[in-house]
Each structure stands twice: as structure tokens, then as C-alpha cells.
């Protein structure tokens, strides 16, 4: 079986033809991985680390050319292409350092002439299965971290953004990493999963991480659970922004708009719903349907707010979710609602909307719990907008639905930023600013639905693709025991100044 990735905003323009891998395939790619894991693992870290440099730079080099097949392949706006393959670089720029880092501890012994010790081991043979929102940033939090560790990957990309990772792993192996260690194999969900399954049975995979849906990443937590793995997870979210009546207006509509409609709502990090207090609702209500009704949308390649949906299963989701709009919300933002098309016009559209997968974006004002718009995520451009009195309220509004990926707040006041920090159960928050764009440095990672708990990037992420392995050394030619052959010094108990 094979796969054609079209880009989404010019249907003719194929991007490439991919021979899909069967269940088996993707067993061989982790046995391969496998075997090859510890000749890497052998390798200085510093080595490693240098092989991360020079990946890095590669990247560089060919910045603008991966960042327009970015565009072509999944349509994402050129200027945001950019942003995301300079996030691989910061990537590698960060990592390159750390295999001259990877610190272990020496911790002094309860006995004499025995000394304690902390290494940092690889955890062996890693799968990664990544979406196609964030084709070259995503995968790279994952097997940067992973290779400089000493993990080999098989890494399995969204079909829809096939070619941007058969790119990355030419530079990849450009970079000096071994092709047996960093294998990339592309298969749909079903023949994955079952290959996975196979894999996990026989051996070769110790780790899997993956960035996607909350449904598909139960199943995978549930498959690794059944073989004592713990998995990194990031999935959805619905994201708040809580709007305080100090906040600074202006810089909410900047911010609301880049996180509703930025990447047509396509980012685990998009806004779901913008919290207005009750004292601004209408102000701010009808100045942010303002700015998206004039908002620039279509050619990706053009100075547009956002271009086509990843590809028409994107376009079908959102169109779903158009479904779960009810009688008491309000509908705003554009000349029209669901896909873009000649008979269904979005004013001031560039390009021609007929040549892609292009959808309106659409504020739905009177959002409240118990909405099944206030408690699923809506991956698309679909903005959401509720009303709160208090503070308190408005933190529960924004944990409410479980979910707790990233978050935002607006407002001045260091009170209601520092309650707000304490209250939200999110694993990110932005103050002033939009609930994507996380930098590459910081920990990113979700709670409840969004996630197991772990973290990408970072410093952090080395716990995920290391363990802990402790070392005693005893030195003494005989043998202490912990805990029994205690030491104790005389001292007085009783003792009181007179
Ligand atoms: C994602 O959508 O899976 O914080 C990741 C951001 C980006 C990453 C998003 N740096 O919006």
C-alpha cells in the first residue's frame, strides 16, 4: 500500500509517495534499533553531543529549504515554518552541550571507605510516533534528547508529513548519526500499533513516546503499562485565557488571535476558550470579532493569519465540530462558517480557496460547562467564549474540563498572577502572552487529559530517555552492612546549660 502527500492549499502539487510499512515492518525497523543501541550507547557523549552540533548546523544550513517543505506538505504559514525548524536548532544547540554535562552525583556513604555514586543510562531502543501539526519541532524534543543519550529511535512521523521527516533523517544522517540507530518508518495507526505490540513482546522497544490524541495516547499508555514501561505522552488540550478587567486590550486581541487562529487552530497549545470578565465582555467580544473577521487567511506562502487544514481529515474534524455549536451560543468572525469555497466566500481571501483544504474561523460567544464545546478540544480554527465574575471562578472555569496543557492569563496585577499560578492545573501558563509558543528551553508537558505527567525539553526531558543507575563502591575488604553497622558517635542527650 502506498501514500500520497498532497500539499493542502495547491491539490496537484504532490509532495512525495511513500510505500506504507505493514505491522512487520515495523517490527524489523525496532529489531534493527535495537541491535544497534548499544554500539551507540559506547560512544562518548561528548561524541554524541558533537554529532548534535553538527546536525544542528546542517539544519541551519538548509533552514528555508525544509521550512518551504514544511509549507508545501502540511500548509503551514512560511513564516511559521521558519519558527519551527529554528526550533530544531535551538534544539541542537541546547543538547550539543550536554554530552559534556550528562552529571552523575558522588554522594558520601553512611560507612567509611565506601563511596556512593549516580550514572545516567540510556533507556535502550525508543519509538516515537509523532503528528503532523508540528512535523520537524515535535519529533525533535523527542530524538535529539533521545540520540545524545544514547537511545536509538524509530521514529514514526503523520503520513501527511512524510517527506519533511524523510528530510530530517537525511540530515540526521548527514550529521554523523548511524543509519541503524535513527530509522524512520511510516505506517498507518493500525499496522503501528500492531507492530509496536510485537515489538514490546519481543524485546526491542523500552520506551515509546508520543505527541497526539488523548484516545490514541490511552492506548498506548495502556500497551505500556502492560510491559512496566511508563511512556511519554503530550496530548490535547483546551487551552484557557483568562481575561482580567486590567488587562492591557490590545494585547489581548493580539495574543487571542495568534492562539485561536494561528496554525488554523491546529497546535496542542491553541486557544480553546477566551474567558472574558463580565465588566469587558462585550468590549472585547465584539473588538477580537473584529480583528478575525479581518484577519488575512489562505495562501500559506503569502502574509496570511493562517492557510489550509493539514490535510481533509483536519477539515472533516473541524466540520464535526461545528456540530456541537447550540442554540444559545453565538456565532461570529467571518463572512461565513465551515470550509471556504466559491459558493461559501471568505471576504478578503488570498489565493484560491477551491485549491485546498481551507476553513472559516469561527468564534462561538456563550460558551459555558457543560457545553460539549467547553470540554472537547476542537483542533481547527474554532475559538470559544465565556463569561466569569471572580477570579476564583474563572480558575474554575479553566481546570473545569480536565484537560491541563497551557494556559494564559491577562492582567497586571501581582496578586491575581500569583493566584492564578497557584489555581490552574495546567502544565504551562503564559502571563500577558499566547497559550502557544512555548520556547524549546522550558518544560512542555500536560496533566489530566493533556498527559501523563511527563516532560519534553529542556533539562527535563533527560529523565525520560535516561534512568538512574546507583553505584556503592566499598573499599574497605570487608563487609559493611547498610543500616546495621551503624555509626555512633558519643554524645550526651541529657545535656542543658546550666
Ligand atoms: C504542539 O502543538 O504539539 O508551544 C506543540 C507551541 C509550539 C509547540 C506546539 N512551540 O505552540
Given at each position: 500500500m502506498t501514500y500520497t502527500s498532497v500539499n493542502p492549499a495547491s491539490f496537484g502539487d504532490d509532495i512525495a509517495t511513500f510505500q506504507l510499512a505493514s505491522a512487520a515492518e515495523v517490527v524489523e525497523n525496532t529489531r534493527i534499533a535495537h541491535d544497534a543501541q548499544r554500539g551507540w550507547a559506547a560512544v562518548p557523549a561528548p561524541a554524541r553531543g558533537r554529532v548534535i552540533a553538527q546536525v544542528g548546523r546542517l539544519v541551519e544550513a538548509n533552514k528555508e529549504a525544509l521550512a518551504s517543505l514544511v509549507?508545501?506538505?502540511?500548509?503551514?504559514?512560511?513564516?511559521?515554518?521558519?519558527?519551527?525548524?529554528?526550533?530544531?536548532?535551538?534544539?541542537?544547540?541546547?543538547?550539543?552541550?550536554?554530552?559534556?554535562?550528562?552529571?552523575?552525583?558522588?554522594?558520601?556513604?553512611?560507612?567509611?571507605?565506601?563511596?556512593?555514586?549516580?550514572?545516567?543510562?540510556?533507556?535502550?531502543?525508543?519509538?516515537?510516533?509523532?503528528?503532523?501539526?508540528?512535523?520537524?519541532?515535535?519529533?525533535?524534543?523527542?530524538?535529539?534528547?533521545?540520540?545524545?543519550?544514547g537511545n536509538s529511535v524509530v521514529w514514526k512521523p503523520a503520513e501527511q508529513a512524510g517527506a519533511i521527516a524523510m528530510a530530517i533523517a537525511e540530515l540526521l544522517h548527514a550529521g554523523g548519526v548511524p543509519k541503524d540507530v535513527l530509522r524512520?518508518?511510516?505506517?498507518?495507526?493500525?499496522?503501528?500499533?500492531?507492530?509496536?505490540?510485537?515489538?514490546?513482546?519481543?524485546?526491542?522497544?523500552?520506551?515509546?513516546?508520543?505527541?497526539?490524541?488523548?484516545?490514541?495516547?490511552?492506548?498506548?499508555?495502556?500497551?505500556?503499562?502492560?510491559?512496566?514501561?511508563?511512556?511519554?505522552?503530550?496530548?490535547?488540550?483546551?487551552?484557557?485565557?483568562v481575561v482580567m478587567p486590567d488587562a492591557d486590550i490590545d494585547l489581548v486581541i493580539e495574543g487571542a488571535l495568534f492562539a485561536g487562529f494561528g496554525t488554523a487552530g491546529q497546535r496542542c497549545t491553541s486557544l480553546g476558550t477566551l474567558w472574558l470578565h463580565r465588566s469587558i465582555h462585550d468590549l472585547v467580544l465584539s473588538r477580537y470579532t473584529e480583528a478575525v473577521?479581518?484577519?488575512?487567511?489562505?495562501?500559506?506562502?503569502?502574509?496570511?493569519?493562517?492557510?489550509?487544514?493539514?490535510?481533509?481529515?483536519?477539515?472533516?474534524?473541524?466540520?464535526?465540530?461545528?456540530?456541537?455549536?447550540?442554540?444559545?451560543?453565538r456565532v461570529l468572525g467571518s463572512t461565513g462558517v465551515g470550509q471556504i469555497t466559491k459558493d461559501n466566500p471568505r471576504a478578503g481571501f488570498v489565493g484560491d480557496?477551491?485549491?485546498?483544504?481551507?476553513?472559516?474561523?469561527?468564534?462561538?460567544?456563550?460558551?459555558?460547562?457543560?457545553?460539549?464545546?467547553?470540554?472537547?478540544?476542537?483542533?481547527?480554527?474554532?475559538?470559544?467564549?465565556?463569561?466569569?465574575?471572580?477570579?476564583?471562578?474563572?480558575?474554575?472555569?479553566?481546570?473545569?474540563?480536565?484537560?491541563?496543557?497551557?494556559?494564559?492569563?491577562?492582567?497586571?496585577?501581582p496578586t491575581t498572577i500569583w493566584r492564578f499560578r497557584e489555581?490552574?492545573?495546567?502544565?504551562?501558563?503564559?502571563?500577558?502572552?499566547?497559550?502557544?509558543?512555548?520556547?524549546?528551553?522550558?518544560?512542555?508537558?500536560?496533566?489530566?487529559?493533556?498527559?501523563?505527567?511527563?516532560?519534553?525539553?529542556?533539562?527535563?526531558?533527560?529523565?525520560?530517555f535516561t534512568r538512574w543507575q546507583a553505584m556503592n563502591w566499598d573499599y574497605s575488604g570487608k563487609l559493611q552492612k547498610a543500616q546495621m553497622d551503624v555509626i555512633d558517635l558519643p554524645h550526651d542527650p541529657d545535656f542543658k546549660i546550666t
Open positions: 509549507s508545501r506538505e502540511i500548509g503551514k504559514v512560511y513564516a511559521e515554518a521558519l519558527g519551527e525548524v529554528q526550533e530544531v536548532i535551538d534544539t541542537c544547540d541546547f543538547f550539543l552541550g550536554e554530552g559534556r554535562r550528562m552529571y552523575g552525583q558522588t554522594i558520601p556513604s553512611e560507612m567509611p571507605d565506601k563511596q556512593l555514586f549516580t550514572f545516567r543510562n540510556p533507556v535502550g531502543s525508543v519509538v516515537i510516533i509523532t503528528a503532523a501539526n508540528f512535523p520537524a519541532a515535535v519529533p525533535s524534543w523527542y530524538f535529539i534528547p533521545a540520540l545524545l543519550t524512520v518508518v511510516i505506517a498507518e495507526g493500525e499496522a503501528t500499533f500492531a507492530g509496536l505490540e510485537a515489538a514490546l513482546d519481543a524485546g526491542f522497544v523500552d520506551k515509546i513516546g508520543f505527541t497526539g490524541s488523548t484516545a490514541v495516547g490511552r492506548k498506548l499508555g495502556e500497551l505500556a503499562g502492560r510491559h512496566l514501561q511508563s511512556p511519554c505522552l503530550e496530548l490535547g488540550g483546551k487551552n484557557p485565557m473577521s479581518n484577519a488575512a487567511v489562505g495562501d500559506p506562502f503569502a502574509d496570511v493569519l493562517y492557510g489550509p487544514m493539514i490535510d481533509e481529515k483536519y477539515l472533516v474534524g473541524h466540520l464535526r465540530n461545528l456540530d456541537l455549536i447550540q442554540p444559545h451560543h480557496p477551491m485549491a485546498g483544504w481551507f476553513a472559516h474561523p469561527t468564534i462561538v460567544a456563550g460558551v459555558r460547562p457543560g457545553d460539549a464545546l467547553y470540554e472537547n478540544e476542537t483542533f481547527g480554527p474554532l475559538v470559544g467564549v465565556g463569561v466569569f465574575d471572580s477570579l476564583d471562578e474563572a480558575i474554575d472555569l479553566a481546570n473545569g474540563h480536565g484537560y491541563g496543557l497551557s494556559s494564559a492569563l491577562y492582567s497586571n496585577d489555581g490552574i492545573s495546567a502544565g504551562m501558563l503564559s502571563i500577558n502572552n499566547s497559550t502557544s509558543g512555548a520556547e524549546a528551553h522550558l518544560p512542555f508537558g500536560g496533566n489530566g487529559n493533556s498527559g501523563n505527567g511527563s516532560r519534553l525539553s529542556g533539562i527535563w526531558v533527560l529523565d525520560q
